[in-house]
């Protein structure tokens, strides 16, 4: 019984703590129980005692801090439930942090939300980084829950409108909508903001 106790007890630990001091780490985990009923995780077996136990995952983001607006991008990914990485790669495929920039179709400032839009998100300059980041975040966010946490059509959706999407019943067939969700996905993914 103490047994039992013992490895379920080793095996709540693993599964709540140890993925955490691994989070920057990659690779499989292997796993032995000696004659005394001590269980032992490996990342590097040294007999042939040891059975696969779990594979993990890198997880070794880049922090914001380098990317422009930073602090901004972080409060209104807060604020609106974004996740702040992907609100920067929206940002670096629409403008490149240009917050400028103007859209041949007329879209303004870092996020490119257009004058319609604008006036929906009550943004009333956005070529102002705050206004702009925090409207076009509050605008991501409500497209990523009207399509349940599906990131692609909810970039669709930001990129060629709604009824797009809802027209094709998915990602539009255009060529720019398409190459703008695969580089906002990248950027995202590969935390590649700069």
Sequence with gaps: MKKI??????L???????????????GDIYMRMDRNGVVHFSNAPVS??????????RSNPVPLSGVPYHKIIEKASRKFGVNSKLVAAVIKVE?????????GKGAEGLMQIIPGT????????????????????KYLGGLISRYKGNLPLALAAYNAGSDAVSEYGGIPP????????KKVLYYYKNNKEK
């Design 95 to 103: 403008s490149n942090f240009n917050k400028n920039a103007v859209s």
């Design 174 to 181: 255009y060529a720019e909508t398409k190459e703008y969700v």
């Design 12 to 26: 709540i630990y693993f599964l709540f703590s140890v993925p955490l001091k691994l989070r920057n780490a990659r």
């Design 5 to 10: 106790f013992f490895i379920s007890f080793a």
């Design 48 to 57: 042939t005692n040891y059975r696969f136990f779990m594979k993990t995952e």
């Design 118 to 137: 604008q006036n929906l998100l009550d943004i009333s300059n956005p070529f102002d980084p705050a206004q702009n980041i925090y409207g076009g975040t």
